[in-house]
């Protein structure tokens, strides 16, 4: 009504299909449009900045032109859609990355260069994405870039955070947070879409449908609106372009403007500040729950809208409700978008007028959920009384859920109570609680975990009586993976140059089983040289990183070590500082010519902890304390330096993991459920120091034991040792002791604030089984010293391994859920273009 009707223009159209040429003067012209039109700059006042701002947005034009195309192509043909609910997406950058897959990197270094600017300097004016705290909003990043790479038609949906993943200050050796105020400027990689947009209910009552008693009215009269931002997200080698469409909270229809007449300016915008806030911040929290009653808002609006979008495009096909599973896959990454089930089970039943057993059987065929940790204090929960009152229909679907699930299972297993308890999705504790992956479980067709051993963990213990109800087919694993565009060949050119003048062309980076003829150049003698330099290379470009971001010096020709994740006690950071006090402790007991013998090493950590996890951050104080001491002792030198690096990101690590020769992936076993920064640092030609945990297992079954360091007690044991610790004293080693002795003596400061560090190991039962695996750890540290010194093997180890990573990409990953979960296969636009 009052549009005009849609282009009946031939011209028109074919202007729109036709590729903008790719010649240096239309990406000139193009620049320049943007600088002056734009920007309203003249290239005179052009800083590095604003050719940052001018270029992306001509970048961005290509990829909205091929994002329009896509999606008209997907809609033609009727495809099948993927939809990855996900509240992160850690997506870092996008100008290098999106270069490199329009394959214009080349071009417009040369644009840029004619005027006076290097691409490298241009690309470090961007600021990182960071909607996500670590692995599972980074997994989400790489899935959604394999879809496009792999023409599957697959939108990312989640929320556009005001304010991403804070900022990390270290301020005296301590944590301190700053807000990340990312769309500060100007955001080229994002496209508002005022038109999209849907309003969003909470609190109220209900009516009951006289004459279906299941179905209800639910009136309120506080709706929030959602709209939607798009992030295009291009494919590699393929003109494919997917899109991740992310909800802001739109506040102008919350003004009050007869407050505001009465001269209560507070009031007249008390409704917009508490719009707002449900998109303001992401919850910085990594494998833990905290239970807020605004993060289970934020959840709410994030399912309610994505749920109203995927459902009013498939009503544009005009086929029956019923039919969505035909047209639509939605995978839950983890339990934070699962009120999408009883989202979707509202619309169908209130709205769209199903009965029950049809919108069940709609919904089940829908959705897929992933699970990524057994930690018991990152299982979502949510008190049925503030379920009840924020969301009292969404309420009553669970209960009606249950109710027939607990009655299905009545059936079948008659009189056992003990088993109705343990599987219903209430809790019936002192407050009766939600248990959020019970009804992600019972809402979704297929389970999984996301590396074999956490599959087999998840079957033997959270859904150890489902899989008994429900099958065992339902429950599977999807072993991760990560993308090899932005973790190889973004981040380490070098290396990537190598590799494509080893396979022949640029084939390998949509495609790794192409390493495995790297396999072939591991007795080259120029191959290995080249791949040495490259690291080497790497490594120098590290450390004038950490010279610019910390002021310390370090030098290339060390072993570089790095341990880089979120700071956690189960990931034992602490545990790798006790071993760094303890070599220092060796060193400082040792002569100087002792010494001048010793390997030298560049322990490098980085990560953020959670706000309010105390014992985190105090390791942190406790790194950068033993750094101070370390660096700054001459008599140690550049035998041991200890690095913190500050405000770790996606940016930071795509400099931090090409350059590391050992990283350590050492979780207590059976605590992490997959991992995948190991996946990165390996396929960057390191090695990993790790716990038999998560996918180190695959990686090394893939790399062979000769190319990997294991150590530490094995999951089934952890149990055993776990309850012998709690009735007995921890007994640490003499090289944990000495380390413990150290930092008691005042060594690295005042003891008394790191005492509680020593006392969760020694009085606190050691959870986390430092006392067992610390002797393991030192002695798998000087097995990879002695390999280190064997400088060739090394180099070898290193090529075997990239040329055994195949199985890590996650366009490997995405194929497997596209076959066995979504199924749905590839519809590629146009020709590919590799
Ligand atoms: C798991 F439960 C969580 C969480 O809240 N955040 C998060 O990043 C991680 N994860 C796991 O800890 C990793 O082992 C795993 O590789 C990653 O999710 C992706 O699956």
Known sequence: QGKTPACEDNEFRAYSHSEIARDAATIKNSVVMHLTTTFLRTPDSMDSGHAYLASAFSVRDRLLQRWNLTNEYHSNIGAKTI??????????????????????????????????????????????????????????????????????????????????????????????????????????????????????????????????????????????????????????????????????CKTNGLFDLNKFNAGDYQGATGGQVAAQILTDVLYPNDNTNEGKELRLRQEFLFCSATLQDIIARFKKTGKPMTQLPELAAIQLNDTHPTLGIPELMRILIDEEGLSWDEAWDTTTKTFAFTNHTVLPEAMEKWPVPMMDKILPRHMGIIYDINLFFLQSVEERFPKDRELLRNISIIEESNSQQVRMAYLACVGSHKVNGVAAIHSDIIKQTIFKDFVRIQGEDKFINKTNGVSPRRWVNECNPDMSRLITEAVGDRSWINDLTKLKVLESKVDDKEFRQSWWEAKQKNKARLAEYILATTGINVSPDALFDVQVKRIHEYKRQLMNILGVIYRYHRLKQMSAAERTKELHRVVVFAGKAAAGYWVAKQVIKLINSVAEVVNSDEEIGDVLKVVFIPDYSVTAAEYIIPASDISQHISTAGTEASGTSNMKFVLNGGIILGTVDGANIEIGEEVGEEQIFFFGCLAHEVDEFRHYLRFHQPKPDEA???????????????????????????????????????????????????????????????????????????????????????????????????
């Not at 290193?798 to 990573?805: A, D």
Request: proline share 5%; hydrophobic share 40%; net charge negative.
């Open 83 to 248: 939809y990855y609910m996900s509240l992160e997406f850690l997506v870092g950058r996008t100008f290098d990355n999106a270069l490199l897959a329009l394959q214009l990197r080349d071009e417009y270094a040369g644009v840029l260069g004619d005027v006076g600017f290097r691409l490298e300097d241009i690309i470090d004016e961007e600021r990182d994405a960071a909607l996500g705290n670590g692995g599972l909003g980074r997994l989400a990043a790489c899935y959604v870039d394999s879809m496009a790479s792999s023409n599957y038609p697959g939108w990312g949906y989640g929320l556009r955070y005001r304010y991403g993943m804070f900022q990390q200050q270290i301020i005296n050796g301590y944590q301190v947070e700053a807000p990340d105020c990312w769309l500060d400027s100007p955001n080229p990689w994002e496209f508002p879409r005022a038109d999209v947009t849907y309003p969003v209910k909470f609190y109220g009552h209900l009516v009951r449908d006289p004459e279906v008693s299941y179905r209800y009215k639910w009136e309120s009269n506080v709706v929030y609106d959602a709209m939607a931002f798009d992030m295009p997200v291009p494919g590699y080698g393929t003109e494919n372009v997917g899109n991740i469409r992310l909800w802001s």
């Open 736 to 834: 944990l002791q000495a380390a413990f002795d150290m930092i008691q003596s005042n060594t690295f400061g005042d003891a008394h604030i790191f005492q509680p560090l020593i006392d969760a190991v020694l009085c606190g039962g050691d959870v986390y089984l430092l006392t067992v695996d610390f002797p393991s750890y030192v002695e798998a540290h000087k097995a990879v010293e002695a390999a280190y010194r064997q400088h060739d093997d090394w180099v070898t180890k290193s090529i075997l391994s990239v040329s055994r990573m195949a199985k890590f990409s996650s366009d490997r990953a995405v194929q497997e859920y596209a076959e066995e979960i979504w199924n749905i296969e590839p519809a590629p636009v146009g020709k590919s273009t590799v």
